[in-house]
């Protein structure tokens, strides 16, 4: 009788151990990581989310937020509007023959200040209101951010879409491993649901 007690209770013991060390263990690896390991540190990575509609959005809205790469590549400003979009313009506006640009992670400025896209450079060229409608996502996300937008004021006569060749219309990495058969057009967007 007191062996099995004295079993059970080195067993717990050993237990208690055990569940110490590993919580001891994934702090410091935790820690390691964080220290030297920088580009995993998710905190410069700005937050996506999709609406009850399925609209791809960015996830805080009406705010200022910084995107940046621990390995210096970028360190740049994102603002939100009201409506989860990177554009300063009110998309409720209705500019004269403004155009409207959507596209994915290029066409949003992934890694760039809102001022050095694409569609803003070509504002200041062709002097005309350029609305960016864009986030990272794929065409199915597209039509979604065109309806959301004329849902919410927008007047779309003109629309220039940004297609990234690399990733919008195939699933590329497949044919790269030489499975050619299961390379597939993209049909889905690529966030997370909201709870």
Not at 18 to 23: D, K
Not at 70 to 83: H, I, M, P, R
Not at 114 to 127: A, P, V, W
Request: glycine content about 6%.
């Amino acid at each position: 009788m007191q062996n099995n007690f004295q079993l059970i209770k080195n067993i717990f013991i050993n237990f208690i151990l055990i569940l110490i060390a590993s919580v001891f263990s994934i702090f410091l690896l935790e820690l390691f990581v964080n220290s030297f390991l920088p580009q995993f540190d998710p905190r410069g990575m700005v937050a996506y989310q999709v609406n009850d509609e399925g609209v791809p959005l960015l996830k805080y809205k009406n705010q200022s937020m910084r995107q940046w790469k621990n390995t210096g590549d970028y360190d740049v400003s994102v603002f939100s509007n009201e409506l989860g979009l990177r554009n300063h313009k009110d998309i409720k506006t209705n500019y004269i023959d403004a155009i409207y640009v959507v596209g994915d992670s290029y066409s949003f400025g992934q890694g760039v200040e809102e001022s050095e896209r694409y569609s803003d450079q070509l504002e200041g060229l062709i002097k005309k209101p350029i609305i960016n409608i864009s986030i990272p996502t794929d065409f199915q996300g597209y039509d979604r951010l065109i309806n959301y937008a004329i849902k919410n004021g927008a007047n779309i006569e003109e629309l220039i879409i940004g297609v990234c060749m690399e990733n919008d219309l195939r699933v590329y990495e497949d044919i790269n491993k030489g499975d050619k058969k299961n390379s597939f057009i993209r049909e889905s967007i690529h966030f997370i649901k909201p709870n």
